[in-house]
């Protein structure tokens, strides 16, 4: 059975910094990409960051410069560094995987409709 567990969410103040680790068992993680997304309260879901089986990764423009994703595959553990946070970066993160055949080898995407395992999701909250 997949599963992926995420951690490290919490209240921070603007300017500050957080890391979201998100732990996968039931299957062996460099075979899938890993994808970041958050929902905010009122809006739709949308993806943040994504790392693909051959470690391409890419971000939304929303955070391109301030989060950094990056894994390892021997503690089966994929991590979001947030930094210089904003309160539009107030959400619920999740991380997803997916093994589709064609989409996470040499390359990740951002679509949620491409991810067939998620997370339980962590509340980050960056408010003043």
């Known amino acids: 059975q997949l599963q992926l567990v995420e951690s490290g969410g919490g209240l921070v103040q603007p300017g500050g910094s957080l890391r979201l680790s998100c732990a996968v068992s039931g299957f062996t993680l460099d075979s899938y990409a890993i994808g970041w997304f958050r929902q905010a309260p009122g809006k739709e879901r949308e993806g943040v960051s994504c790392v693909s089986r051959s470690d391409f990764t890419k971000s939304a423009d929303s955070v391109k410069g301030r989060f950094t994703i990056s894994r390892d595959n021997t503690k089966n553990t994929v991590y979001l560094q947030m930094n210089s946070l904003k309160p539009e970066d107030t959400a619920e993160y999740y991380c997803?995987?997916?093994?589709?055949?064609?989409?996470?080898?040499?390359?990740?995407?951002?679509?949620?409709?491409?991810?067939?395992?998620w997370g339980q999701g962590a509340q980050v909250t960056v408010s003043s």
């Open positions: 997803a995987a997916s093994n589709h055949p064609l989409l996470t080898s040499r390359i990740c995407v951002l679509s949620d409709r491409n991810y067939n395992a």
